[in-house]
């Protein structure tokens, strides 16, 4: 299971925790976790504060196509897509892009370029036979599952891809980056330090790449 940084790409957000943290109550965490659009595109209190398709993910796509050897035609599905920014970047590369997610508001707002390729679902009961894509992402969505289903997610990845994987989730190398962390999160139901992930990864028998989000 190699730690790779795939996202690397992507431009740091600078965020806002003490006003995050002023904001957190349960009602604000109650409306997060509908993941609807006060999740997406409602105040930065809920959620993204507006998730739009900017360009940043096709060099994310490129070094996705690049680490895995990925070539034309191959078949990659990004469970917790979105509204299928990533799926869009990835058709542009020539893959045969599919995504999953379980928020209606998401796929209903999807780019034209990939209707008919986002499935309404969840990542611990994917649709779809064993073996049947040549890679499987999964960025910042397997923390939103408690730990037992976690678990049974990434079983679920690793069987629609025999262990050509990425995902990134949720983590924290120090006390004081969990405070921060928590202080901020709304939707994760399971987080841990990386040897609490990697216990989640071994017990699914995954055997893909990974890496963390930090909150810093």
Not at 19 to 28: F, H, L, N, T, Y
Not at 149 to 168: H, K, N, P, S
Not at 189 to 212: I, N, Q, R, S
Request: aromatic fraction near 12%; charge should be neutral.
């Amino acid at each position: 299971m190699p730690h790779v940084d795939l996202l690397r790409a992507l431009p740091r957000t600078k965020r806002n925790i003490q006003k995050r943290a002023e904001a957190k109550d349960p009602k604000v965490i109650a409306e997060a976790k509908k993941y609807g659009e006060m999740y997406w595109d409602g105040p930065r209190d809920y959620g993204y504060g507006g998730y739009r398709d900017d360009g940043r993910w096709h060099p994310v796509a490129r070094d996705i196509v690049a680490h895995f050897g990925l070539k034309p035609g191959m078949r990659v599905l990004d469970v917790g897509c979105g509204k299928g920014f990533l799926v869009k970047a990835l058709l542009k590369e020539g893959l045969d892009a599919f995504g999953l997610d379980i928020s209606l508001y998401a796929l209903m707002h999807c780019s034209p370029e990939t209707v008919g390729r986002l499935h309404l679902g969840s990542g611990d009961a994917l649709p779809f036979p064993d073996g049947s894509f040549d890679c499987v992402l999964s960025l910042n969505t397997i923390h939103n599952f408690p730990r037992h289903r976690a678990v049974v997610a990434m079983r679920e990845i690793q069987r629609l891809c025999q262990g050509r994987a990425f995902v990134q989730v949720d983590s924290y190398l120090t006390p004081a980056q969990k405070e921060v962390f928590e202080s901020w999160v709304l939707t994760a139901e399971f987080h841990d330090y990386p040897d609490g992930w990697l216990k989640v990864f071994t017990e699914a028998g995954y055997t893909g790449d990974y890496d963390w989000t930090i909150i810093e």
